[in-house]
């Protein structure tokens, strides 16, 4: 539980399976495994299938990533390439 | 008055709101704060509803990243964004501008599609400019062609030109290009190895906006391989499996087509009907290894003994068929069936062992036997089977007019079956009279086809195509019945009518005639005993006189009476005379229609009267035709006849009115009841025979006939009766000299007659011809007088 709550939670969301949905999962993937092993919970959403889960996150455009845990609340849209500006957008900075 | 600074704001926020790309003010936390309308319309909400919404931080500084932009009615959109962080009233905000380049990603999908599918296609693909010229090609040109992409660009699509399409092919290819812009087809390329390929091929022109052809594109499909199995499959379906020979699906196409060519080119065309003599002991014998060995060797010595252009086909078996095309004659098959039976018929080794068999060919010719080609083979299947028939190792020719013969029969058998069945048959009725007293003593019935095409036919029409077929039989007893059921109709209007009614030997001589007779006769109870009588034909058919007598007793019980047909017709009248119960004999009309020109007609006529007389049979006799007749026969002592000279046969129903009303001619009534004696018939053999004597005269004078009548007095019967018999009885009548004198007068005269025309003045001795007539006439009138007074 204790476990549980210090995870970090994530939510990507992408627009159906084309090549840059790909590189927006890999390279925060990528990031998330660098920057916190074992301790990220990363759900993807793909709007075009879960329309409602959008709505409900009132997603405005994609690749959109939100930060759901730890507080507070942060969300980033566009190029999830630079693990620098990822993190930093996000509310991580690294030492 | 505004200041500069506040120009230059209100500047700045026109080109913002008019701005083509969408821009939007984000606070800290990534919230809307300012949104112009290009933003608006690119998320498709207006402005309040933009304001204060979550949007996120933008991390795209520097170069541009591509967003898809998410709308309530799912249309895809797609923005390139661009992002700076910047102040903006004491805050940190972030500028987000959005690009719509959905137009351009989607045009940007397109491409990329299509570029897959130029590249992974499983077609090959040429792109030429309008010149023809290839400018691209894919992957799977390669493949099948051979030709790497640096070899094919720059070249034109002859590169792959075989020699297998004509020039007009591709003629025909451009033209359907240029005016319909595409062809598709089927076509045989060669690849860079030289080996030909089949592929299936579509092109089409690409043309641009003013209709002009910018480029074409060629698609294809290798397809050889379906090509190859295609052929195979034909090879399986048109050819014999044994001996690679055309199987009875081709050879009937190759048939039809040789009917078809022989009627254009005015030749003739030979269809042979093959059967080996003595295979089936080879199979049996040897096994079917060796039979199958044998047929191989002996169809190909045949294929080589034929010219090209004939067809040497196997139908199965040991049977073969050969069409032989373009003869000039129907002689010229001769010499290649006499090779065909050579052929067939020297040994063939297989193994170690010397086979022998041989060959009966059964031949057709066409146009001689002007069939369809389904019906020479089975007319040269026929004529086979008469090759064999006839000793085998031989050949046998269609016989045409005999198969037209039978066909023409089995036809006709049909038709009456079906006449039969139709109720097309009639009996008409032809009366039989005593002469002298007018009276009707019987009728005899005929048989008459009511044809709904040919109208009334008579029997000799239609019965010699059922003679001694079992269809006579049906027909014989459908004429007694009728007959019968006639007879039961006048006896019950009052009136005794018997008929006759012929019956064949072929038809007496069934086993069952005497029980189906019974079997009628029961069918019509009423009828009086004598009412039936049948008259005999072909008697001479009749050899068992003992069945055929006892069979005559045993009808005569059922009181069936018999007459003989035709008598005086065949050899052995006389026999048949003695041992026959027949009542009546009916002299044969032959005889009759004679009698007055033909002394020996005469004589046959005398003779039958007088075999009756001994027989105490009574007689009647048939072809009365004229009044001439009748007195003769009176004459003759004769007194019952039938014929055209007293009634047509009738239908039943004119009957009663006939005989109301027919009257005997006076010539006859007159004549007094007196038969009469022998010798007095010498005179009446003179009458006739000068009758034809001057019929033949007259034939001679008018250049009918070569030679005349003998001019010889010592030939005339007439002059040997007068110098013998006649001088004897008649010397001292009145007339006698008189009768010399004409007669030799008719002479006299005839002889000169013959010498005008000899002496070329036949015309003059047609004039004098009346005169000769004149004379007979007088010597004919004295004969009668001088019979007469007596």
Redesign the interface.
Same mark, same amino acid.
């Given at each position: 539980m204790e476990l549980y709550d210090n995870r970090i939670q994530l939510k990507l969301f992408i627009?159906?399976s084309s090549v *840059?949905s790909g590189n927006a999962i890999a390279n925060l993937k990528r990031i998330c495994d660098e920057s916190f092993p074992g301790c990220y919970q990363l759900d993807i959403i793909d709007?075009l299938q879960q329309?409602g889960m959008?709505e409900v996150e *009132?997603?405005?455009?994609?690749?959109?990533?939100?930060k759901i845990a730890p507080p507070p609340a *942060? *969300?980033?849209?566009?190029?999830?390439a630079?693990k620098e500006?990822?993190l930093a957008?996000i509310g991580f900075s690294i030492e | 008055m505004e200041r500069p600074q506040e120009l230059a704001r209100s500047l700045f926020q026109t080109v913002v709101e008019e701005a083509s790309d969408g821009i939007l003010v984000l606070n800290s936390a990534g919230s809307i704060i300012l949104s112009n309308p290009a933003a608006t319309t690119l998320f498709e909400l207006d402005e309040a509803e933009l304001d204060g919404q979550l949007f996120g931080f933008p991390i795209a500084d520097g170069a541009p990243t591509e967003i898809n932009i998410l709308r309530e009615n799912n249309s895809p959109a797609t923005a390139e964004m661009r992002a700076r962080e910047a102040w903006w009233q004491g805050e940190r905000v972030f500028v987000a501008i959005l690009r719509d380049i959905t137009e351009r990603a989607r045009a940007e999908a397109r491409l990329k599609l299509a570029a897959n599918v130029f590249t992974h296609a499983r077609e090959g693909i040429i792109i030429t400019d309008p010149d023809g010229t290839i400018i691209d090609v894919n992957d799977t040109f390669t493949r099948i062609t051979g030709y790497s992409r640096a070899e094919a660009v720059g070249q034109n699509p002859r590169l792959l030109k075989s020699a297998r399409q004509p020039p007009e092919f591709y003629t025909a290819m451009w033209r359907a290009l240029i005016d319909d812009g595409h062809w598709s087809g089927e076509i045989w390329n060669r690849r860079k190895s030289g080996e030909g390929y089949a592929e299936i091929l579509t092109i089409s022109a690409v043309r641009d906006s003013d209709n002009k052809t910018q480029n074409y594109v060629a698609l294809f499909t290798d397809i050889t391989t379906l090509k190859e199995h295609q052929q195979q499959l034909e090879i399986v379906a048109h050819y014999d499996a044994l001996t690679n020979m055309p199987n009875r699906v081709l050879l009937a196409d190759r048939l039809k087509q040789a009917v078809t060519q022989s009627h254009r080119h005015n030749r003739f065309l030979a269809v042979a009907y093959l059967d080996l003599d003595g295979f089936k002991a080879i199979n049996d014998q040897h096994g079917h290894d060796v039979g199958d060995e044998l047929l191989i060797s002996i169809a190909q010595r045949m294929k080589h003994e034929l010219r090209d252009g004939d067809t040497l086909a196997r139908l199965g078996g040991d049977e073969f068929v050969v069409v032989m095309v373009d003869l000039t004659v129907p002689q010229d098959c001769e010499p290649l069936l006499a090779r065909l039976l050579q052929a067939a018929c020297a040994p063939v080794p297989v193994g170690d062992m010397l086979l022998n068999v041989s060959a009966s060919i059964g031949v057709t010719l066409y146009p001689k036997d002007g069939a369809d080609a389904d019906q020479l083979l089975r007319h040269a299947d026929q004529a086979m089977y008469q090759a064999k028939l006839a000793g085998k190792n031989r050949y046998h020719l269609f016989d045409v007019a005999q198969d037209l013969l039978i066909k023409n029969r089995r036809e006709s058998l049909e038709a009456i079956q079906g006449a039969l069945a139709r109720n097309e048959f009639v009996l008409h009725y032809q009366p039989k009279v005593n002469m002298r007293t007018g009276a009707t003593i019987g009728v005899e019935a005929l048989i008459r086809w009511n044809h709904p095409d040919h109208g009334l036919l008579a029997p000799e029409a239609f019965l010699p195509n059922i003679e001694n077929h079992p269809l006579s039989i049906q027909i014989g007893e459908w004429v007694i019945d009728t007959a019968l059921a006639q007879i039961e109709i006048w006896q019950a209007s009052g009136i005794e009518m018997p008929i006759s009614v012929n019956v064949s030997a072929h038809q007496l001589l069934q086993k069952t005639f005497l029980a189906r007779l019974a079997a009628l006769m029961a069918a019509h109870p009423g009828i009086r005993p004598g009412a039936l009588e049948l008259e005999i034909l072909e008697t001479s058919a009749l050899k068992d006189m003992a069945y055929v007598s006892s069979l005559m007793r045993a009808c005569r019980e059922m009181g069936v009476s018999f007459a003989l047909d035709d008598f005086g017709t065949g050899y052995s009248s006389l026999t048949y005379l003695k041992n026959f119960p027949a009542d009546l004999l009916k002299v044969d009309r032959s005889f009759v229609l004679d009698m007055l020109g033909d002394p020996d007609d005469l004589a046959i006529v005398v003779s039958v009267l007088g075999l009756a007389n001994a027989f105490n049979r009574r007689v009647i006799a048939e072809g009365v035709e004229t009044v001439a007749h009748g007195e003769l026969l009176l004459l003759l002592g004769c007194e019952f006849a039938q014929g055209f000279g007293i009634s047509r046969p009738m239908p039943a129903f004119e009957l009663c009115d006939w005989m109301a009303h027919w009257k005997p001619d006076p010539a006859w009534t007159s004549r007094p009841m007196r038969a009469t004696r022998r010798d007095d018939l010498a005179p009446l053999f003179a009458d006739v025979q000068h009758r034809q004597w001057l019929v033949d005269m007259e034939r001679f004078l008018t250049g009918e006939q070569e030679l005349p009548p003998s001019l010889n007095l010592h030939d005339c019967y007439t002059d040997h009766w007068l110098n013998t018999e006649g001088r004897q009885r008649y010397a001292k009548h009145p007339l006698y000299s008189m009768l010399m004198e004409t007669h030799e007068h008719v002479h006299r005269l005839g002889r000169e007659l013959v010498e005008l025309r000899r002496n070329g003045m036949p015309s003059e001795a047609i004039a004098r011809l009346r005169e000769l007539h004149l004379v007979r006439d007088e010597l004919i009138a004295s004969l009668r007088r001088v019979l007469r007074s007596f």
């Open positions: 627009a159906g *840059r709007v329309p959008a *009132r997603v405005l455009a994609t690749p959109t990533l939100i *942060r *969300r980033i849209i566009g190029d999830l630079d500006k990822v957008g | -």
